[in-house]
Each structure stands twice: as structure tokens, then as C-alpha cells.
């Protein structure tokens, strides 16, 4: 009988520390001022993906290493291109993945307006150009 005393006290015991140690290992901390959060964050490649998985934008580094933020729709297609190379610009394609639009900067700085109809046919304006009359 003394033995099951002794075996219960220190079952009881045991339980009773646990569970302190336990809660107070698992205790959340509160948030103070004087805690820090991340002001960056660095990767050589961020993607967006949709609720299914799907990629839908990139932001990423070319292989002549020069930024581009690239948007796709839900067809894989990359409707918006906007990035640096030699002329930097921006392009729009429509629903078959062909460029229609390209607003670009030369290596001097100069701007150029191409415009493509669905056949591929160029229109393009570009600075020192002046408009086509109607």
C-alpha cells in the first residue's frame, strides 16, 4: 500500500510539472516595439501563382541579367512584359502570345511606338517622327 502511495504521489507530481513546463514552453510571446521585422526580403526569382497553382506573374532576372516583371493570363500566355535590355520598354501580346504593342527607349534615351495588327504588319512612331495624316 505504500508503494501505490508513493507511485500516485509521484505520478501527480510528474503530471503537475509537465503540464507547467509544458504551458509555459508553448506560451505565445507578446509583441513589442522592440522586436524587428524583415524590412527586405531577397531572392534572385519571385513567382505569383493563383489558388490553383497556376503562374501568373514573375518577377526575375533575364539572362543578360536585367530585371522584368512578366505577367500571364490563364492561358500560360505573357500578356505584359515590362523589363531592361538594350532598350528597355514595355510590351503587350494579345490571346495567341503575339507582341501588338512595344513602347521602348533606345540606348540614347530616345522613344520608340511600335504597333502590330494581328497579321504582324509594324506601324511604329518614334521620336523625331511625325504622325501619318489620315
Do not use: K, M
Given at each position: 500500500m505504500k508503494m501505490f502511495n508513493t507511485v500516485c504521489a509521484i505520478s501527480i507530481m510528474s503530471g503537475a510539472i509537465g503540464g507547467l513546463l509544458g504551458s509555459f514552453l508553448a506560451m505565445e510571446k507578446p509583441i513589442s516595439a522592440e522586436m524587428r521585422f524583415p524590412t527586405y526580403t531577397t531572392a534572385e526569382e519571385f513567382r505569383l501563382v493563383d489558388s490553383q497553382g497556376k503562374l501568373r506573374a514573375v518577377l526575375a532576372l533575364s539572362a543578360d541579367g536585367e530585371p522584368y516583371l512578366a505577367l500571364l493570363d490563364g492561358q500560360d500566355t505573357r500578356k505584359l512584359w515590362l523589363g531592361l535590355s538594350k532598350?528597355?520598354?514595355?510590351?503587350?501580346?494579345?490571346t495567341d502570345g503575339k507582341t501588338r504593342l512595344v513602347l521602348s527607349l533606345d540606348g540614347e534615351g530616345e522613344p520608340s511606338l511600335i504597333f502590330r495588327d494581328r497579321q504582324q504588319n509594324t506601324r511604329a512612331l518614334s521620336a523625331g517622327q511625325q504622325e501619318p495624316q489620315p
Open positions: 532598350e528597355s520598354g514595355l510590351a503587350l501580346r494579345d
